[in-house]
């Protein structure tokens, strides 16, 4: 069975800092990892994807996660927060045609 | 774009009654997926779906069923609800008849209180 940790279910952020969101998966086989962010009241939307090829994955908003498998990691930064950026975020790993969602950790950026 | 529509942004129901959730998908996709999103456990999988009148077993499906009668729509029930069931719902929808790497298209949630 796949499990997701994210470390962290709190991060608070300057504005213009690095955001650093921390995920690590158990896999017996790479997975396929993904990252979506919920804005409050809304639903989840996708962020980026990890299927094969490179290892560092590019999204949208200036997003970008690094697949470690020697580390079982695959954790979302941003080199400069947003007020925007202000959000719940979920690493997720599927298999099996399943998705298995973390827990979340919430980010609040400080003006 | 994918559009992803739940019936009912916010539900109101009493212990006991049978309830059902509504999700319906525009972009023709093969899999659909209903979670519960609540606090610090972030989303758990109830059921999912990846052909019409097929249904599988998420990893909390105790106290819910479902049903897929047509490819568009995927219908969550409730069949007596109580107080643990008050909780976020979420619906999604992926491509590709069981495709690991599709990702997932959600709708806004219901949010629904159970009293």
């Known amino acids: 069975a796949q499990s997701v940790t994210q470390l962290g279910s709190h991060v608070s952020v300057s504005e213009g800092a690095l955001v650093l969101l921390r995920c690590n998966y158990s896999?017996?086989?790479?997975?396929?990892l993904f990252w979506y962010v919920q804005y409050p009241n809304q639903g989840l939307q996708l962020l980026l994807k990890?299927?094969?090829?490179?290892?560092l994955v590019k999204g949208i908003n200036g997003f970008e996660a690094e697949f470690k498998k020697s580390e079982t990691s695959f954790h979302l930064t941003k080199p400069s927060a947003h007020m925007s950026d202000a959000a719940e975020y979920f690493c997720?790993?599927?298999?099996?045609?399943?998705?298995?969602f973390g827990a979340g950790t919430t980010v609040t950026v400080r003006a | 774009d994918v559009k992803v529509t739940q019936s009912s942004r916010y539900l109101v129901k009493r212990t006991g009654e049978k309830v059902f959730l509504e999700c319906v998908q525009d972009?023709?996709?093969?899999?659909m997926f209903w979670y519960r999103q609540d606090p610090g456990l972030g989303l758990r999988l109830i059921y999912f779906?990846?052909?019409?009148?097929?249904?599988e077993k998420g990893d909390i499906p105790e106290g819910y069923s479902v049903s897929r009668e047509k490819k568009e729509r995927f219908s969550l029930i409730l069949e007596s609800a109580s107080t643990n069931q008050t909780s976020m719902y979420l619906c999604?929808?992926?491509f590709g008849q069981g495709a690991d790497n599709s990702p997932l298209h959600f709708g806004n949630g219901t949010r629904l209180t159970v009293t």
């Open positions: 999604a929808s992926s």
């Open positions: 896999s017996s086989v790479p997975p396929y």
């Open positions: 990890y299927t094969t090829g490179a290892t």
């Open positions: 997720a790993v599927s298999m099996d045609y399943k998705l298995s």
């Open positions: 972009m023709d996709h093969e899999n």
């Open positions: 779906s990846y052909d019409v009148k097929m249904k």
